[in-house]
């Protein structure tokens, strides 16, 4: 099967910049879209940001102009450049690959475990 692994995250004051990375890894035969998304505490998970295997990218409003998406598919890794950041981007960010480890085998999605984005005021 598909194992996400994102890294990346950490402690930040606000109008710093982080970098996200998410490695795929294990049984891959193809990878379409691959997504962040955030869920901050109390709050649900949204998303912030995807990308298509041909570079076609999708911000959520709150985070356009200060994050960037780009992906590898030849290293299956997908990143995401996040600058100027506010206290209100805190939160557990997840990666998310729609793809499918086998040649005929239906796509779904994939989430790596979490990493941790917190931005002190």
């Known amino acids: 099967q598909v194992q996400l692994v994102e890294s990346g995250g950490g402690l930040v004051q606000a109008g710093g910049s982080l970098r996200l990375s998410c490695a795929a890894s294990?049984?891959?035969?193809?990878?379409?879209?691959m997504t962040w998304y955030r869920q901050a505490p109390g709050k649900q998970r949204e998303l912030v940001a995807g990308?298509?295997?041909?570079?076609?990218?999708n911000y959520a409003d709150s985070v356009k102009g200060r994050f960037t998406i780009s992906r590898d598919n030849a290293k299956n890794t997908v990143s995401l450049q996040m600058n100027s950041l506010k206290p209100e981007d805190t939160a557990v960010y997840y990666c998310?690959?729609?793809?499918?480890?086998?040649?005929?085998?239906?796509?779904?999605?994939?989430w790596g475990q979490g990493t941790q984005v917190t931005v002190s005021s």
């Open positions: 998310n690959a729609a793809a499918s480890p086998y040649r005929g085998y239906p796509i779904r999605g994939y």
């Open positions: 294990g049984s891959i035969f193809s990878i379409n879209a």
């Open positions: 990308i298509t295997s041909g570079g076609s990218t």
